[in-house]
């Protein structure tokens, strides 16, 4: 079994990281409205002069931004095409993508992300908070701060230590397309329930190198932002009826279904249920 392997910054002779914050929006770069009550988005500046913390890392840092920022559940895949087309124009002058995001869609994004960046060889590390910055118990300073030292992070051969699309939340990254929100309160608010942890925070940044996916030799990255939308999702519970199905099968436009099925895969084997699925082949 191979150990794990702690993070650390570049030597003193080794050049500064580059690295590009795409900030998308989402509750780490939200403040009060004082005279409402509500959340409102402030600038990428603002968010910079609450973390004066980030300068003593280092790092060479740029950022490019949505404008608008959006809230997170306002994402859909047209943004996603343009947060992944921010990253692939800026991907040769770059060592590493942090991208700030609201965390109701976070898992979507960073699985979207890692299908739209096939054969990425650079960190791009997604994260943001439960609470903005600013508040008294935030979590939004460490987040974006451990973000960047994992996007920051060399092997021992200084090739970029994750090479993979990661959410980086509380104590855990996990890998993109693998991750989950659990929780709508909790620090720790995503999870990976078919993939372990690719590093876990604490004193240290501790990775799982073993863990890590590597892009596949000889292969170039090939960003792609085209998606279809036209794809619908199904869930099937005890009791569904055909009533309730068809009509979700039949919907003009829709060119495909997602089931979500019971177990490894099973369905009910009423003559409806399979009739229908014949209909629609």
Known sequence: MTANTTASTAAPSAPAPRILIVYTGGTIGMTEDLATG??????????MKNVPKIGRLGYELDHV?????????????AVWAQVAKMIAD??????????????????YTASALSFMLPNVAKPVILTGS????????????????????IAAARTADGAPMVQEVAISFGRHLWRGNRSTKVSSTNFGAFRSFNYPPLANMDLHIDFHERLL???????????????????????LYPGVTEAVLRPQLEAPGVKGLVLRTFGAGNAPTEQWFTDLGGETV
Not at 90 to 107: K, Q, S
Not at 213 to 235: I, Q, S, T
């Open 38 to 47: 509500a959340l409102v988005p402030f600038s990428f500046d603002h968010l």
């Open 65 to 77: 931004e949505l404008d608008p920022p959006i809230d997170s559940s306002n994402m859909s895949p």
């Open 213 to 235: 996916l590597r892009p596949a030799p000889g292969k170039a990255f090939a960003p792609a932002y085209a998606m279809e939308g036209a794809v619908a999702v199904a869930f």
């Open 90 to 107: 800026a991907y040769d002058d770059f060592d590493g993508f942090v991208v700030l995001h609201g965390t109701d869609t976070m898992a």
């Open 130 to 149: 439960q609470l903005p910055i600013g508040e008294i118990r935030e979590d939004g300073t460490e987040n974006l701060i451990t973000a960047l030292q």
